[in-house]
């Protein structure tokens, strides 16, 4: 069984962002999420925390496997690059991806224009369900809602920074791993700095999710100090050089392959 993520830790975020209190508490959901895991013989988790979890929760047969990401040629430098860009899914209404979406078009991108001036843009790439409604942002001559595109290289090379601005969310951060593989150095919140375990200011930029002043002066650093800017795109790029790589990805999945026929033989 592949975890992917555990939904009771998105939605403990959830709730502490919106200052909401669950009906049930937060080891009541996580018993009843984990509890079907029991039928499996391997159980893989995408993040050492995660992992955690369920260890603390009586399982033993613990795996864990996040992803690959092949870094490729960075592109245009700072100077030929312009724009800020968003890429993720919005599958429906309680996706975290449109949740930051909204929360940073409406209170940060305004920020961002006073600073940077009005011929700035937000780009916002991405499937999107027909049935959520983003008509706002398609009415903002701020913003360029591009949608599911075949090639992504084109999106990444023409902006300069990326930002993912998750209040909520479980599992792995792989739309900061991407940009980075793609030479596009971000701006996040706390929250994936933690699940990617990165450095706030040598890896990416990292900011909180309930100030957007905050959030918007570290989008201005990254977007305007060229210097900055590299450091951290090269920083990444060596991260994720270093830790996803093909090779490890898959001797991790024969670990697993492994123990799951070891088991059973």
């Known amino acids: 069984m592949d975890t ?57 047969n613990v795996s864990v496997l996040g992803h690959m990401q092949v870094p ?11 724009d800020i860009l968003f890429l993720g899914a ?44 983003l008509g706002p942002l398609r009415r903002h001559r701020h913003v360029n809602l591009l949608g599911q595109v075949a090639d992504t290289a084109p999106v990444y090379d023409h902006h300069r920074v ?33 699940q990617a375990g990165w450095q706030d200011g040598q890896d990416m930029l990292c900011a909180d999710v309930t100030d957007p002043a905050a959030f918007a002066q570290q989008v201005v650093r990254l977007y305007q100090d060229h210097e900055l800017w590299d450091t951290v795109r090269d920083n990444a790029l060596r991260r994720i050089a270093t830790e996803h790589t093909p090779q490890d990805y898959r001797a991790r999945m024969a670990e697993i392959m492994e123990a799951v026929f070891t088991q059973h033989g």
């Open 72 to 82: 490729r040629a960075t592109g245009p430098g700072w100077a030929a690059r312009r």
């Open 4 to 60: 992917e993520a555990i939904a009771a830790c998105r939605d403990e975020e959830q709730a502490r962002l919106h200052n909401l209190t669950p009906a049930q508490p937060f080891a009541q959901r996580l018993e009843a999420e984990l509890r079907p895991l029991f039928l499996a013989s391997r159980v893989v988790a995408v993040t050492g925390a995660e992992a955690d979890l369920l260890h603390e929760a009586g399982f033993d």
């Open 90 to 133: 919005v599958h429906d209404r309680a996706a975290p991806n449109l949740d930051s979406l909204a929360w940073f078009s409406g209170e940060v991108l305004p920020l961002l224009l006073a600073s940077l001036g009005p011929d700035i843009r937000l780009g916002v790439c991405g499937h999107v369900n027909p049935r959520v409604d």
């Open 162 to 194: 990326f930002v993912a601005p998750t209040r909520f969310a479980a599992g792995i951060a792989y739309k900061l791993h991407e940009a980075a593989a793609n030479g596009l150095p971000v701006v996040g919140s706390h929250l994936l700095c933690r």
